[in-house]
Every structure is written in structure tokens, then in C-alpha cells.
């Protein structure tokens, strides 16, 4: 049953990709900019044949279903093409030297958040309309109402400028960068058994991890909260602070446990916001990672690299839900039944 | 009576924890200290284990610390996609690699063209010169630097070897079609027809080693260039930082450009920090040293900082409003030389970009060679301007588009502000940047703001490109006979004073003709930290650390 669960949902990604890919596709190429004028740059004397043969290189000469069609043949096979912005390598090359970065950062604003928002949650809901709750609810709306950029440029202002405790961009300080192995380079760190490289690459995720993680954090938090709320009104929490469990035994036990299965799934939606979210803070923090590569690539009209990175950020989407509703069947037996 | 339930309550908790202690069991008190003491041993377990490493020869690719120490740092405005010499039409490519790789020509400070790695040159007749070049040089790798290397290097660019990609540089070559080497220190430079800016335009080709080329291949050579400068390459993390350590055995540089000898730094780092918030929070966190390109607003903030200093440089970049001379309004000459008295270069000079930058009488910047500066400056007269729209049968006023790209709509923004005083109402239509090349190519548009740079400071890098009949981004549809001849022969002219005179005049023909006006250029400006010595900002982009020192950190 599992196994058809799991391939029922997977063979539901590939439309949801062909979709994607289609819209990614037209929407790039029908957008002004033209990636050849990008390339050549002010080159002077340049003939129109020059810039055909560059059209023809790059296969952009072909009618556009033409193009759409070799597009999506190639990339089933993984290969996404070769990208216009660097120097004609391999998109799949470039994308490779990029992901850990955006990976690394995006797993520690994840911990960030669920870190803060969880127990932010309980807490609130044991006394709803208490100071806890009401600052904790003001605390949600600012952290979903800041606009990434902002919030990270004054996160660096107050945490790197003004008091110069953390690093305001960058992955890693110069002197400690560990072996690559994995490319995240906390966990190179570890495997090294480099400290200080560790705790440098820790101190650099800081700033962007918490711009990053402010929204999830304020959503997540009102989630538990409420879902906390409704769960300690159920018979089944009275019964059990009857029969004299301790309160922590109530709460964190009982209450939390049923609690958090709604929430999985907003966890889930909130990662794949976390991944937009990193293509604003990659770009105010210079952090070197898939964001900022897509946001570049979209400046200067790099079709096959928008499109790889739109790719992935879709089909980590898809497969965080997939991921989350297999764990919410785990924790609810209800609806592996339904 | 509550005070002694509570004492009794403590006293009975008390001896429940002596008793499970006697017991063997963990009190709370207990388990609190030794979960306390867990937490720090996993959190100290990065530093346990790096002890663990040390034993075990540990692995380390982090820089060495002198070099960390004692090397600057530079945010630039601009990621690099390669560092191949050849393949790249990039200022920001090419600040970088000139750290690395020395060419045959350099400019120094004062945009005087100096000797580098060629010692003389000399032109043997019109279309081939000889270039003498420097003995005893080494390339990064050791092997000798000779002429095969300048001879791969041109042929390289200009197309002349099989199987390689074709060099987007090419252009900046212009006409010529082969090297010959004479003997190991000899080289001759051919040319189609004369061409007397060869060494001019030397400074932007880098000598690149043959041998090591062949060795490792095109794409290999694009991540880890070699050359023969006073940097070479440490590393490169792309999208984070490029490290160049000091190359000891560096033969010094131009002689014309003391001091020769090793550099003085360690080192040079440069950072792609694209965001300019970012960029000057760095520098002001001691981050970096050098911040490349700070918006003029910021330009007094940085310079009022304890740690920093602006450094500016007259940039090589004319704006200017085009005007399409193939279709009316702007057919009729009348309408063209009102639209020149239309606007007050001052105000938006001085108010908008807040002094940062300076009106121009032409196309090119006082710098360039053959700049006449007996052209009246730029000045505003309504009542000229009205009269002669009135004349052109605009006695009502004149309604235009005034095309831009994103980045200009508000200086376009407050030149069609300045206009309405002579009756022109304009509009501003922004349009994205390549789609408006594309646009302006294709002679589509009637009134433009736009930009041409030529850091070559040489009136051939701008001029035939937007003014010759078949210029390829001639956007006014300019045509004129004679600014077409007198551009044919400053190209052939050997006799610097001779070419001189025509572009004097080809600047006169166009003053005249008027297919552009309101010409500027904005300032080139550096955020500087006060630890670094003797960097100036130049108008050519280039960041040569060669020469630059560093104040140790306090």
C-alpha cells in the first residue's frame, strides 16, 4: 500500500512538471531580452552573420516549439544545456557548484524556524489573549509582514555594522574553508574535523538563515498555536490532566503530538516558500548559492539556466508535499485509510 | 498555614532526591548537570574532533593566514563568469585578470601608454609593426615568456587557430590578420591596411602561455589562467571570491611605472558583492577595502566615515539623447539643434546627480584623444529653442517619446522635466535594455537616452561604431559623406598629429549635423578604506594592485 502510495504521487509529478517547464519556457522566451545582445555586449564592430552564428550555436535560430520540444527531451535525460551567461558551460556544471550552498542555508533556516516557532507556539497556546500569546502574535505579524530584503539589510545594519558580531556576507571566512566533499560546508567541516571552519560557516548562515526563516518561523507559530489550542479543549486532554498526569505529560505529550499533524503540512508549504524566499536573501547577502545564480541568470536572459533552476525548485516543491503526505500518514492512520 | 505546606513540601521533595541518589538513581538536579555538561560536549565536539584531526594529518584548503592578513579585499559591482583573457567583453573580467596577467602595452595612472611586456615597438611599414619584447620574464608556471606566447595570444583572439572558440574580443583588434615571431624576443604584428592605434589597443589583450594552454585546454584555462603578472591564482570559489597570491618571481612591471620589483601585498581577493547596500556594508564593516562603484547618493556618506575615503575618477562612459535623423520630427535639422537648447545641463548636473558628473560639448570626454575644446558647452535657451521649433512649424510645441532603459528613467525623467520651459513635451517610455539596443539598431526610434562607453580613450572606439553611415550602432541614421572619409582616413593616418586634426573636424561636422545632444559623464566612484595606500581610482575600471600597500588591521 505504501508503495503505491508513494508511485501514485510520482507519476502525479510529471505533469506537474511538464507543466512547469512549459510556462517557464514560453514565459522566458516570450519576456523582452535577448541573450546574444547580452553576450556581444558594446563589441563595436560586429556583422549579422556573427550574431547568426552565435543564434545558431546556442540553437536559438529554431522555431520556438522546436526549441520547447529538444528542451524537454533533453532535460528528461538531464540535460539541461549550456548556459549563455557562463561561458557556454554546462548548466548542469553550474548548478552542481551552486546547490549546497542554497541546500545549506536552506536546512539551517528551516531548524531556525522550527526552533523558534514550536515552542513560541505551545507557550502561547496554554494561555491564549496572555502577554506570551500577544506578543508572540505581534512578533508573527512582523516576521510575515517584513519584506525579506528589508528585514536583511537590517538585520546586517544592527548585527554586522553596528555591533560587528556576524559576518555580513559571504559562506565561510578565508582562512578556515574546509576540504570539499559534500560542498555544505558545515558538514565538511565536521568530516575534516575542522572547528573553527565550522563555527565560521555557522556564523555566516546566521543573518541570511533568520531573514530566511522569519516568515516560516511566524507562520508555523500561529499553526501550532491554534492547532494546540483546539487539541487542548478535546475530552481526551481533560481525561488524561484527570487522571493526574503531570501538565508537561499533558502537553507535551498528548496535546503536542496531535497538534503538529496539521502542521506538517504547513511546514511543508512553508520550505518550498523558504525556497523563494532564498532567491531575495542570496541576493542581499551575496551568498553564493541557486537563488542568487537564478536571479542573475534572469538578468541576463540565460534561458537554459532559469529554466534547470526553475526546474528544481518546482520538483523540490512537489516532493516536499509528496514527503509531507507520506508524513502525515504516518502520523494520522485516518488518512491512510481515506 | 500555606508558608509550612510549602516548607513541608520542599523538605519531603529533599528526601525523596537523597534517597534515589542513595539509590543510584538521577535526581533532576543531577540529570540538569549532566545534560548541561552533554550539550557542551556536543557542541565542543567540532573542536574535540579537530584535535582528533591534528593527530590524523589533518586536511586544510583554507588560505594561509599571512595571506589572509595581509591581502585586500575588493567588493566588485559585477560576478565573474570566466577568467580566460580571451573570452570575455567584461571591465570586471578584465580588472581582474590584468592582476594576473601582464600584456605586451599598459596605461599608467594618467592614461599614458607605456611598455609592459613588450620592451619598444616600432612600425616597419604601414601594416606591420615589430614589437621587441622583454627578456628574462616568467610566466606563473616557471617556463620562460617568449614569442610564441604573443603570437598564440593574437592568433587566438583574432580567429587564426582551428578548433578553438571564436574570442568575443576579436573586434577590439580591428584589422589585424597575423603575427609573425622574428626570433625569441621579436614579434611583427600585421595588419590589414594601417592601423595606427595597434599599440593602443594592446593594453586589452593579456599574454596568455602557449604551453600551459595546450596542456590543460580551453576550458581549463578559463578557471585557472596563468600569466606572466604580479598576481597569480590561489583560488576560485565562482559567486564567492577570487583569490591571487603575490608571484615572487615577477620581473616588476613597466619600468615607466614605479615601483617595479614583486608587489607589496600578499595578495588580492576579490569578492562579487552586486548589491550595493551590501557592497558598502562591507567595506564599512571592514570586510573588504576597496568597494568598487558606490551610487553618487552614498558617495559623501562614505567619504564622511573614520575608515573610508571616495575615490573618484572622470568616467570614459558619454550619455547623450540621441536624435533619429531619417523621420520627422527630428528629420528637419531646426527641430535637432532646438532639442540642444531645450534642456539646462546645470541643474541636473549639479541638483540631480548631485555634481557626480559633467556636461560635455560632444560625444567624447576631455580625456580622449583629439577632444576639441573649442566647442561652445552645453548651455540652455528657451527662446532659441522655441524659435526654432516655430521655424520647423512647431509653433505650438512639439509632443516626443523619450526612450530609456530602466536604469536611466529618472535622469530621463528630469530631462523631459527641463525641456517643458522650450515647449517640447516629452514622454518617457522605458524599455528593456537589450530589447532598446535592438530597437535603436533597427533605427526605430525617434528620441533616445542612452549610453556609449570606450575606456580605449581613443575617438576610434566611438565614433565610427555610432556615426559612420554603416556603423553598427549608428541608431540616428546618420549619414554624412565626409564624416565617413574623414573617419577612413584618421584610420590610415600613421601621424598622430593628422589623425588629431580630422576627428577635430569629424567632431565639428557633428556639432554641426547634430545627431546627438546633452551629452555627460558620470564620475567613476571608490569606497576606500583608510588602511589602504596609494590606490586611486582610475578612469579606465582597471584595479592594478601591483602598486597598492596595506596598513596592518589595528
Known sequence: MWGRFVTRRLIQLIPVLLGVSFIVFFTMHLTPGDPIEHMLGQAGHVTQEQIEELRGHYGLDRPLVVQYGLFVGNAARGDFGLSYSHHGRAVASVVRERLPATLELTLFAFVMALVFAIPAGVIASLRPQGVFDRGATIGALLG??????????????????????????????LAVVPPARTGLYTLDALLSGNGAAFWSALKHMVLPGLAMAAPMAAMVMRMVRSSMIGVLAQDYVQFARAKGLPERTVVGKHALRNALIPTVNIVALQTGL???????????????????????????????????VVLIYAVSYVLLNVGADALHAVLDPRVRVA | MRQLQRTEEIRDSMLREKREEAAGGFTRREFLREGLRAAVLVGGLPGALSVLGAGCAREQSGLRPELVRGSLRVGLDADVPTLDPAMHRSRTVEAVVRNMCDGLVARDAQMNYVPQLAV????????????????????????????????????RIIGAIDGLEQSPRKSLLGPVVGTEVIDEHTVAIVTEGPYPILHKKLVFQEVCPKAYFERVGAEEFGRRPVGAGPFRLVEWRPGERIVLERFEDYYGGAPEIPPAGPAELEGVIFRPLEEAATRLASLEAGEVEVAVS????????????????????????????????????????RVREAMRYAVDPKPIMEQFLLGRARALPGILVPMAFGYDSSLPAPRQDTARARELLREAGHGDGLSVTLD??????????????SMQAAGVRAEVRVTKKDNLLNQLRRQERDMFLTSWGNSSLDP???????????????????????????????????????????????????????????????????GVSTRVLDFEARPDGMLPMHDVALRAQV
Request: glycine share 8%; net charge negative; proline share 6%.
Open chain 1, 144 to 173: 510575515i509582514s517584513m519584506p525579506g530584503f528589508w528585514l536583511g539589510i537590517v538585520l546586517m545594519i544592527v548585527f554586522g555594522l553596528q555591533r560587528n558580531w556576524l559576518p555580513i556576507s559571504g559562506r565561510i571566512d
Open chain 1, 274 to 308: 523558504l525556497l523563494s524566499g532564498n532567491m531575495i536573501i542570496e541576493t542581499v547577502f551575496q551568498y553564493p548559492g541557486l537563488g542568487k545564480l537564478a536571479v542573475d541568470a534572469i538578468g541576463a536572459a540565460d534561458y537554459p539556466l532559469v529554466q534547470a
Open chain 2, 120 to 155: 619598444s615597438w616600432r612600425v616597419e611599414d604601414e601594416t606591420r609593426w615589430i614589437f621587441k619584447l622583454r627578456e628574462g620574464v616568467r610566466f606563473h608556471t616557471g617556463e620562460p615568456f617568449a614569442a610564441e606566447d604573443v603570437k598564440f595570444t593574437l592568433d
Open chain 2, 294 to 333: 558606490v551610487p553618487p547618493d552614498q558617495a559623501d556618506r562614505i567619504d564622511g566615515l573614520p575608515e573610508a575615503r571616495v575615490s573618484v575618477a572622470q568616467g570614459t562612459k558619454t550619455h547623450f539623447v540621441g536624435l533619429n535623423c531619417t523621420r520627422k520630427p527630428f528629420s528637419d535639422r
Open chain 2, 404 to 417: 530609456c532603459e530602466a536604469a536611466d528613467k529618472r535622469i530621463a525623467e528630469a530631462i523631459a522635466g
Open chain 2, 460 to 526: 576610434s572606439g566611438i565614433l565610427p561604431v555610432l556615426f559612420r553611415s554603416d556603423g553598427y550602432s549608428n541608431f540616428f541614421g546618420y549619414r554624412s559623406p565626409r564624416v565617413d572619409r574623414l573617419l577612413d582616413e584618421a584610420d590610415r593616418a600613421m601621424e598622430p598629429e593628422v589623425r588629431r586634426q580630422k576627428y577635430v573636424e569629424i567632431q565639428r561636422a557633428l556639432h554641426e549635423d547634430i545627431p546627438t545632444c546633452f551629452h555627460f559623464a558620470l564620475e567613476e566612484l571608490y
